[in-house]
């Protein structure tokens, strides 16, 4: 099993599906998926996100900090 935020380009997706042994019994959990992409099978996610914005998490901004702190 692998739990994510949100499912959004697909690609963490691809990403860990690449690296699993057996991808049929992957369980891929997220917490919103946005509306309007291709959902894999493997896919369980609690919302839907059907609106055009994009959905920001508390820990967004410890991630801006950091990427803050390798740009020029």
């Known amino acids: 099993m692998?739990?994510?935020?949100?499912?959004?380009?697909?690609?963490?997706?691809?990403?860990?599906?690449?690296?699993?042994?057996?991808?049929?019994k992957l369980t891929f959990v997220a917490l919103f998926a946005r509306h309007g992409k291709i959902f894999p099978k493997q896919l369980v996610y609690e919302k839907?996100?059907?609106?055009?914005g994009y959905v920001v998490f508390p820990?967004?901004?410890?991630e801006f900090q950091r990427s803050k702190k390798y740009c020029f």
């Open 59 to 62: 820990w967004d901004i410890l």
């Open 48 to 52: 839907n996100k059907s609106t055009g």
């Open 2 to 24: 692998f739990v994510d935020d949100i499912f959004d380009t697909g690609d963490t997706f691809t990403k860990i599906l690449s690296r699993v042994d057996n991808p049929s």
